[in-house]
């Protein structure tokens, strides 16, 4: 049996074992994921991000606990991607996610991973895709990616999950900070969490006075490709209708540490995600993702196939012409291309 | 390619409340290029297990300071093998009484570590058993 059975069978040592290919980025990682694709598709992602401290891991460990409790409508099985920085100097890690995850600990319908952001830049790992999509073809039915501690333009996570969720604090900012561009615009969900201090009104007013001075039309990523340049036409696939109204995203207050405004949140999660099925973003946000993903291999593959047919000492030649200005950038690109 | 990461579970199980070994430690082997899962105080032998499991980790640190590693060790052991995972090697750091090391290392515990033992001792003995090598180190 190969890797990708045993994950299908409900094995979850296989799966943690793929979660660590796909993370090293391994053959063994790639065929796991070429196996799995067909069965991808099912689940519904939900991002949680926000500053550091906001409680972001106290918030993910409440509604897995919510999506498990099955008195609502029913239990779902939960997939947690926990993200942290990786040290830029060493590239070593402390992944410390899980410390607020304790009340999940022996639930055999969920499964934490951690991970380290590994160098990217964006608030996930290049690997978290894919790791999501190992969650999701092992059965997974709700999985919750919580990001790196985010600023200002963390925003890759819009691009990954289809609820995003956005969690501010009292004190965080003013009306000013709240009509910046950037993280507040990807909140399909605005979370304020640790309502309970004070502070609470100004920042739910500085929230709201954002969303009234108005709101994107429709979340496509279309700006947030991860590099400049990308000049490739919009295709014109038939884009499906979009009907009904716009979602507004709504403000909810919570106490994460003691589970209140949980339930409101749960359900305006859920209220989004049918609002996606019905209104046809769905289908949308699917494409522009994978079509961000296939963009990111096209490349990736394109730049290790140059690097096979191109010596490596060719490479070095021109950086130097190019430190000696002998050579612009533009100019030192086409000489390389020429090579290949 | 990504360079393969050496990933560690450091966890303190059972009930004392001194964590500040376990951070250093942690701390530790973060500088030293590890990615580190830290799953904080009071965990049970289960839950050490689990973590391990779905987090897919070459090696588990357990600190312990409360006396009870006779019992907590053990389990935690027998419970990676139950998973499969007794690849996975277990490091034991805080006060053990010296009449205990060699039993626990009997029991299949890959490296003891008492008070003032070097950082770097530990990073280099995790680095070499996580290499594939498996013999056991003692410092006390």
Same mark, same amino acid.
């Given at each position: ?10 094995? =979850?040592?296989?799966?943690?074992? /793929? ?16 196996? /799995?694709?067909?069965?991808?598709? @099912? ?5 949680? *991000?926000?500053?550091?401290? *906001? ?7 409440? /509604?897995?606990?919510?999506? =498990?409790?099955?008195?609502? *409508?029913? +239990? ?5 991607? %926990? ?30 991973? &951690? ?7 964006? !608030? ?57 561009? !950037? ?18 009104? %100004? ?5 709201? &006075? ?6 994107? %039309? ?14 490739? #036409?919009?295709? +014109? ?16 207050? *919570? ?83 020429? @090579?290949? | ?24 430690? $942690? ?23 689990? &973590? ?6 070459? $090696?588990?640190?357990? +600190? ?37 090391? #060699? ?23 995790? =680095?070499?058993?996580?290499?594939? @090598? ?7």
């Amino acid at each position: 049996m190969t890797l990708a059975q045993d994950v299908l069978q409900g094995n =979850r040592l296989a799966l943690a074992r /793929l979660l660590t290919h796909i993370e090293n980025n391994t053959e063994e990682g790639k065929a796991g994921l070429k196996a /799995l694709f067909p069965q991808t598709g @099912k689940a519904h992602i939900i991002g949680v *991000t926000g500053a550091p401290g *906001t409680g972001k891991s106290s918030l993910v460990n409440q /509604l897995a606990l919510h999506f =498990r409790r099955s008195d609502s *409508t029913r +239990s779902y099985r939960v997939g947690i991607v %926990a993200v942290d920085p990786s040290s830029p100097f060493t590239g070593g890690a402390i992944l410390g996610d899980r410390v607020r995850m304790r009340d999940l600990a022996g639930d055999s319908g969920v499964f934490i991973r &951690s991970m380290a952001s590994r160098g990217s830049l964006g !608030g996930l790992a290049a690997a978290t895709s894919g790791v999501v999509q190992a969650l999701d073809a092992a059965g997974y039915e709700i999985i919750l990616i919580e990001t790196v501690g985010a600023g200002q333009a963390e925003v890759d996570i819009a691009r990954l999950a289809h609820t995003t969720l956005v969690v501010e604090t009292p004190g965080l900012g003013d009306d000013i900070q709240a009509i910046k561009a !950037g993280i507040l615009e990807i909140a399909d969900i605005l979370v304020i969490n640790k309502a309970d201090q004070p502070g609470v009104e %100004a920042a739910e007013r500085a929230l709201r &006075s954002m969303l009234q001075l108005g709101h994107p %039309a429709a979340h496509v990523f279309e700006n947030h490709q991860p590099k400049p340049g990308h000049e490739i #036409p919009v295709l +014109s696939f038939s884009t499906p209708e979009v009907t009904g109204n716009h979602w507004i995203p709504p403000i909810v207050r *919570t106490v994460a540490t003691e589970g209140a405004g949980l339930p409101e949140l749960v359900e305006q999660i859920q209220l989004h995600y049918q609002y996606l099925k019905d209104s046809g973003n769905l289908m949308l946000r699917e494409r522009t993702r994978l079509r961000s993903e296939l963009d990111l291999l096209l490349r990736e593959t394109l730049m290790s196939r140059w690097r096979e047919r191109v010596a490596e000492e060719e490479y070095w030649l021109t950086l130097d012409l190019l430190t000696q200005r002998k050579l612009s950038p533009w100019e030192a690109v086409e000489e390389l291309l020429k @090579k290949c | 390619m990504v360079e393969r990461k050496i990933r560690v579970l450091v966890a303190k199980p059972g009930l004392d409340g001194h964590d500040r070994g376990a951070k250093v430690v $942690a701390r530790a082997l973060r500088d030293a290029g590890m990615e580190v899962i830290y799953t904080g105080l009071r965990q049970t032998p289960e839950m050490i297990a689990e &973590s391990a499991l779905q987090e897919d980790v070459d $090696a588990v640190g357990l +600190s312990i300071l409360s006396g009870a590693h006779m019992a907590l060790v053990p389990r935690v052991l027998e419970l990676l093998r139950e998973n499969g995972q007794e690849h996975v090697k277990v490091f034991v750091g805080g006060i053990i009484p010296d009449e205990d090391i #060699p039993r626990l290392l009997e029991m299949g515990v890959a490296g003891v570590y008492g008070p003032g033992t070097l950082t770097d001792t530990i990073i280099e003995d995790i =680095r070499k058993l996580t290499a594939g @090598k498996s013999e056991q180190v003692v410092s006390s």
